[in-house]
């Protein structure tokens, strides 16, 4: 079955930074495009940023442009978030999220079918 694993999160000062990685197996990861999301307690789950299957086709939400750099290696069936300048409305869990369903925007979750457990970053002020 598709397994989705994310690791990396922890607890940053704000001006840190931290590296999430997602390795996916089950499915053949360089046919997939991926995302990450988040969600902060008593917030709606949000769209961070979206890769293409080759990783030449890159979105991020207004929030973290110019701060979060998302990239895979297909060789490793890995994804990563390379995350900059954190601050404290960065806490949040972090999901990776492998698209199945091409129907809405990059941003909308109900396109991606398979989803990690997430890994918490907490960024202290």
């Known amino acids: ?21 997602c390795t996916v197996s089950g499915l053949t990861f360089n046919r997939h495009t991926m995302a990450w999301f988040r969600q902060a ?3 709606e789950r949000e769209a961070v940023s979206y890769i293409g ?9 207004d929030s973290v442009k110019g701060r979060f750099t998302i990239s895979r290696d297909n060789d ?14 960065d806490t949040a869990q972090y999901y990776c999220a492998v698209r199945t369903e091409y129907t809405r925007s ?3 979750s109900s396109d991606f079918g398979y989803w990690g457990q997430g890994t918490q ?3 202290s002020s």
Do not use: F, H, I
């Not at 490793?76 to 409305?89: F, G, R």
């Open 1 to 21: 079955q598709v397994q989705v694993v994310e690791s990396g999160g922890g607890l940053v000062q704000a001006g840190g930074s931290l590296r999430l990685s």
């Open 41 to 43: 307690p008593g917030k």
């Open 53 to 61: 299957m080759r990783g030449s086709t890159l979105y991020y939400s």
């Open 76 to 89: 490793k069936n890995t994804l990563y978030l390379q995350m900059n300048s954190l601050n404290s409305e």
């Open 106 to 108: 990059w941003s909308d």
């Open 121 to 123: 970053v907490t960024v």
